[in-house]
């Protein structure tokens, strides 16, 4: 949680331990509404115990158990377990094609700017992503052992995980540093893993399109709630429980937002195998992610015919589309509504198989 730094726990929370302060508040913890000094080194460690404590007072009862459990890891400065320090060594940054891109002219103008990465500064990518893996060792022993537990009171069958993360990160894909926020497949597309009642056992996968804003109504049906009208997503729980269960969404919206009332730095449009993005100051980028998964040719950006760009009736159906997803709210049937801007059928010369 960035930047929460009340004493007041929010209504509806029977146990609240969260860190306080700006950035991703490392510094400061509330437990229960008293702050106390939090070291950061030890701040996932803390979440761990804290977490596996209240589900073992609260597991076996009568009543059913939602726990909201979020880590710092994999953040700088990557703290990790002095347990974990000698893991994986002679590790490095995947090296794909996107990796230090070498030529970059069909980017946008700030990707342009960039200079290639020096061998000093992919030493230190290596190095922060190594570190990164570390610090997430702490999140599986966290996974391990709350699994352990629920087996233990046998309610391991009766339980949803739901593993998810707010974002991806680049180390230094297309000559960017260490960093996120980007419209790259990096930053943007990870996966979301559910585990539970009903649903297939490990392996089984989908590439259907699903986003953040429906994490919170899944939540909700796995409860037994109701969904607001108002709630933007769309439970994803029947989807989980059987992967070829019809899901019409055909193209979900990421975006990055400026800090004041300019337009978005950028918006990209993601449909099942093709992505479109606009950026503030009129640049453009279309890939075929079947052809060219790393992103390396931007079609619209050079004339090779390996990655053929859209026409402009697709183009401006794709402008179209933007425009109703970022102007969309509520998950109903009516017009305006994100289920029905989300499902609007894609043109022939653009469906993915």
């Known amino acids: 949680m960035n930047n929460y730094q009340e004493r007041t726990i929010p209504p509806g929370w029977d146990r609240w331990y969260a860190w306080n302060g700006p950035n991703e508040g490392w510094t400061v913890l509330n437990d229960q509404g008293t702050r106390t000094p939090l070291s950061p080194r030890e701040a996932d460690s803390g979440v761990s115990s ?30 990790y377990a002095q ?45 922060d992503y190594r570190k990164g893996l570390r610090s997430l060792m702490r999140v599986d022993r966290f996974v391990g052992k709350a699994s ?42 990870f996966p979301l893993i559910v585990r539970g009642p009903g649903v297939p056992p490990r392996g089984v996968k989908s590439g259907k399109l699903v986003g ?23 439970s994803f729980l029947s989807l989980a429980k059987d992967p070829s269960v019809a899901w019409p969404r055909t193209a979900i919206l990421s975006e990055r937002e400026n800090n004041d009332s300019r337009p978005n730095l950028w918006d990209m449009l993601r449909m099942g195998g093709k992505v479109y993005a606009r950026h503030e100051g009129g640049s453009k980028e279309y890939y075929d992610l079947r052809v060219d998964p790393f992103q390396v040719h931007n079609a619209l950006g050079e004339a090779d015919t390996t990655y053929p760009p859209p026409g402009s009736a697709i183009r401006a159906y794709y402008e179209q589309r933007l425009g109703a997803l970022y102007n969309c709210s509520g998950h109903g049937e009516g017009p305006g509504s994100c289920s029905v801007a989300e499902n609007a059928p894609l043109l022939p010369a653009d469906t993915v198989p």
């Open 83 to 127: 347990a974990d320090a000698d893991k994986f060594k002679g590790v490095s940054v995947p090296r794909t094609a996107a990796f230090n891109e070498g030529d970059v002219r069909d980017k946008p103008a700030r990707i342009r700017k960039l200079p290639r990465l020096s061998s000093s500064e992919i030493s230190e990518l290596d190095q």
């Open 50 to 79: 804290a977490a596996l404590k209240f589900l073992d007072n609260r597991v076996g009862q009568s009543a059913p158990v939602f726990a909201f459990v979020n880590f710092g890891a994999e953040h700088k400065p990557y703290h």
């Open 212 to 234: 953040n804003h429906d994490i919170a109504p899944t939540l909700a049906r796995m409860g037994g709630a109701n969904v607001p009208a108002f709630v933007d997503g769309r």
């Open 148 to 189: 352990d537990l629920l087996r233990r009171k046998g309610e391991m069958d009766d339980t949803y995980f739901v593993f998810y993360t707010d974002n991806g990160a680049h180390f230094g894909q297309h000559r960017l540093p260490h960093g996120k926020l980007q419209p790259y497949e990096e930053d943007v597309n």
